[in-house]
T-cell receptor, first 116, second 117 residues
Framework: GENVEQHPSTLSVQEGDSAVIKCTYSDSASNYFPWYKQELGKRPQLIIDIRSNVGEKKDQRIAVTLNKTAKHFSLHITETQPEDSAVYFCAASPLISNFGNEKLTFGTGTRLTIIP | EPEVTQTPSHQVTQMGQEVILRCVPISNHLYFYWYRQILGQKVEFLVSFYNNEISEKSEIFDDQFSVERPDGSNFTLKIRSTKLEDSAMYFC???????????????FGPGTRLTVL
């Protein structure tokens, strides 16, 4: 089955600087890669996702890049703010068809701390 | 904005007891999931459910676990005889049917923290 590795496990960044979190996956059938943000004691919430036919996607201060050949994808947060502090999880899913809906395999999480 | 809801928020039970965790998915969603997260660890898939049957289940989802959609709105996870290692946060999630390029985000509920003593 799919295995998703995530690095680093913790990351401290000065406010205003950029943060990068990296994930690798093992199953070449995976083609949907969401990123979830989880604040302490709360539900995971989707912040951005990418499909395998796209190499990069950006939404304001957040961007995700995907290298399908190397089987890795990364989350980039620019101009970090204190409210970005949270645990971030990458995930992978083999969205096989437009009518299928496969499970998410999550990475181990990155605890991001923004230092004011 | 519609949200997935879960009850109870916290459940404390004795080892060997049965528990039922309840979820109300977003109303027009067709796919339902249970995940769990042991404290400080990653989110792990348990089971997916579509068209009134299990689509896929993980190794964690053994004979002690079952899921049910008893009516048009609820989706439940039952653990027949709880073990200490079942202590975790259990998240329900739901998603709509994928439609062309609008693939299917999974929306998570707030979770039920299960403590087995």
């Amino acid at each position: 089955g799919e295995n998703v590795e995530q690095h680093p496990s913790t990351l401290s960044v000065q406010e205003g600087d950029s943060a990068v979190i990296k994930c690798t996956y093992s199953d070449s059938a995976s083609n949907y890669f969401p990123w979830y943000k989880q604040e302490l004691g709360k539900r995971p919430q989707l912040i951005i996702d990418i499909r395998s036919n796209v190499g990069e996607k950006k939404d304001q201060r957040i961007a995700v890049t995907l290298n399908k050949t190397a089987k890795h994808f990364s989350l980039h947060i620019t101009e970090t703010q204190p409210e970005d502090s949270a645990v971030y999880f990458c995930a992978a899913s083999p969205l096989i068809s437009n009518f299928g809906n496969e499970k998410l395999t999550f990475g181990t999480g990155t605890r991001l701390t923004i230092i004011p | 904005e519609p949200e997935v809801t879960q009850t109870p928020s916290h459940q404390v039970t004795q080892m060997g007891q049965e528990v039922i965790l309840r979820c109300v998915p977003i109303s027009n969603h067709l796919y339902f999931y249970w995940y769990r997260q042991i404290l400080g660890q990653k989110v792990e898939f348990l089971v997916s459910f579509y068209n009134n049957e299990i689509s896929e289940k993980s190794e964690i989802f053994d004979d002690q676990f079952s899921v049910e959609r008893p009516d048009g709105s609820n989706f439940t996870l039952k653990i027949r005889s709880t073990k200490l290692e079942d202590s975790a946060m259990y998240f329900c999630a739901s998603s709509a049917r994928a439609d062309g390029y609008n693939y299917n985000e999974q929306f998570f509920g707030p979770g039920t923290r299960l403590t087995v003593l």
